[in-house]
């Protein structure tokens, strides 16, 4: 199994466990964000490793049994089978007060010694923004996989954006990703009519300052290895890393600018 089947596999295994958990306490208590969103919701190229989740209302006591629930009831297993799926093993592990995190490795059905590796995290903090709506899955995304679309409350644009940058000023290791995907947040809102909320500057300038410590070396781990084998070349030089990079470093300078003279006397 190369890594595009990995990828697709991982991918796979997310839209089966939304379509699962959507209708065990009705869409309305968690909402779709990070790498997944963007791919479902906004034509982004690359698939997401893991899927990211803020949670409505629940506590993570609440979560833990919820998702407890889908693991190891009788509809996500037997519609892995249906997709030749096995989940070899998951962990709940590393949880705190924010943050409900399972492991889990993959394999295809037949195979258990090739595991593939996910994640899904839930946040609780503080309450999510309510910069969100409900949509399905589109047919596109599901066609390869021959499944039914789930439909999930997901992020818009704004919301995408801002959560994309506050992690690239924030994680403690710089991710090639948060750029790549901002690239296609930036450019989406630019092609956009307008009238859409503003974006914050809060984490602006930190994020451009990351940007730019962010190499082609990692770019091509953790970038070039996830996109969609159909376009990887078109992304593959790194003078297009570097045209993508300056890029959102320049929203994102202009983003601060444009702040701190709002903020000023």
């Not at 968690?30 to 982004?44: D, H, I, P, T, W």
């Not at 909320?197 to 091509?220: C, F, M, N």
């Amino acid at each position: 199994m190369d890594r595009t089947s990995d990828v697709e596999l991982i991918e796979c295994f997310h839209l089966l466990f939304l379509r699962v958990l959507a209708p065990s306490r009705g869409q309305a208590w968690f909402v779709l964000k990070g790498g997944a969103n963007l791919r479902y919701f906004f034509e982004s190229v690359r698939y997401s490793n893991d899927i990211d989740l803020d949670s409505i209302g629940k506590e993570g006591w609440q979560i833990d049994d919820l998702v407890t629930r889908v693991l190891e009831g009788a509809a996500l297993p037997t519609m892995l089978r249906q997709a030749k799926i096995t989940v070899v093993n998951y962990t709940h592990a590393k949880n705190t007060e924010t943050t409900q995190r399972w492991k889990l490795g993959l394999a295809r059905a037949g195979a258990p010694a090739r595991t593939v590796r996910t994640k899904i995290e839930f946040s609780v903090r503080g309450g999510p923004s309510t910069d969100f709506v409900l949509g399905q899955v589109p047919y596109e995304i599901v066609r390869p996989y021959g499944l039914m679309a789930p439909s999930v409350l997901h992020y818009q644009d704004t919301s995408a954006t801002d959560q994309k940058i506050a992690a690239l000023a924030l994680r403690s290791e710089t991710k090639a990703r948060d750029v790549f995907d901002l690239d296609l947040l930036f450019r989406r809102r630019r092609a956009s009519d307008g009238g859409r909320p503003a974006l914050s500057g809060a984490y602006a300038k930190d994020a451009a300052q990351r940007a730019l410590e962010v190499s082609y070396a990692s770019y091509r781990s953790e970038v070039l290895s996830f996109i969609e084998p159909a376009v990887r070349e078109v992304y593959e030089p790194e003078s297009t890393w570097d045209q993508l990079r300056r890029n959102v470093v320049e929203e994102l300078e202009g983003l601060a600018a444009k702040s701190d003279g709002e903020g000023g006397p």
